[in-house]
């Protein structure tokens, strides 16, 4: 595979919300987990551990403990301009679109290993906090098993993992205490033609030497892109190109 090859494949990428029965290899879900287990980490610590869930049970178990978690986020947003809301969240979940997915990966990590990271990222407040390198790891090992599968021609969805329901999926699938459930990857096949998606041009996000005032973005510019950014996520526009959208 060459470069452009690669940034296709990145380019075409979606999170899948709705799976059709077409059932999905062991070989093609142990290529996606050893996507996953190269991925880049501080100080080689590797903190992830995957659950692969095929039953269709338990994920059903999990999703309907995403609808009882999640039903306050839902409330929560509803205060937000209906133009700003999340669009999974403008209505009530009745049922998450990965309780259909022949496969869900739970990524799990292990924050006893942040140990071998160096001390002044456990003393001197940086980065983002003292959990910052491990939140980064575990988020490059979930893209990298994302990535694999649209390479293999599979889709997947990229699900967070918040508290309340972390505390519920860790009872159904018996995950000790000192382990997190930080996210999941649903694995299938679509059952729908995603729609495009739209990027701000390339041009407009990058800077050579030194900060480029000009491209400097007030709270006004930035509140007018949000407005933008949910309008065309409902339109289905597309930029492939730095030029703009096609």
């Known amino acids: 595979m060459n470069g452009d090859e690669f ?3 990145v380019k075409k990428r979606r999170s899948i919300r709705a799976f059709d029965s077409k059932p999905v290899s062991d070989e ?31 994920i059903k178990q999990i999703a309907d403990a995403k609808k009882l978690a999640y039903s306050e986020k839902y409330e929560l947003e509803q205060t ?22 022949p496969v869900l990966i739970v990524v799990c990590g292990d924050r006893r ?21 491990y939140l980064k790891n575990m988020a490059n090992t979930t893209q990298l098993m994302n990535l694999e599968a649209a390479a293999l021609g599979i889709g997947s969805e990229w699900i967070s ?55 400097y973005r007030t709270a006004e510019d930035i509140h007018k892109f949000l407005f933008e950014l949910r309008r065309k996520s409902t339109t289905g526009y597309i930029n492939l190109t730095d030029d703009g959208e096609k």
């Open 80 to 101: 937000k301009l209906e133009e700003l809301r999340v669009i999974q969240c403008r209505s009530f979940e009745k049922e998450p679109g990965f309780v259909d997915a």
């Open 161 to 215: 993992v918040g508290k309340l329901w972390e505390t519920e999926i860790r009872k159904i699938l018996d995950i000790p205490e000192v382990i997190d459930v930080h996210t999941m990857v649903a694995l299938g096949y679509p059952s729908y033609t995603p729609k495009p998606v739209w990027k701000r041009p390339l041009k407009d996000m990058v800077h050579y030497e030194k900060y480029d005032r000009s491209k």
């Open 7 to 9: 940034l296709e494949i």
């Open 28 to 58: 093609d879900v142990q290529k996606v987990l050893e996507a996953g287990r190269w991925a880049m980490c501080g100080a080689n610590t590797q903190p992830w551990e995957y659950i692969v869930v095929r039953d269709k049970a338990v």
């Open 113 to 133: 290993t942040f140990q071998a990271t160096c001390l002044t990222a456990h003393f001197i407040i940086g980065e983002g906090g003292l959990s910052a390198s």
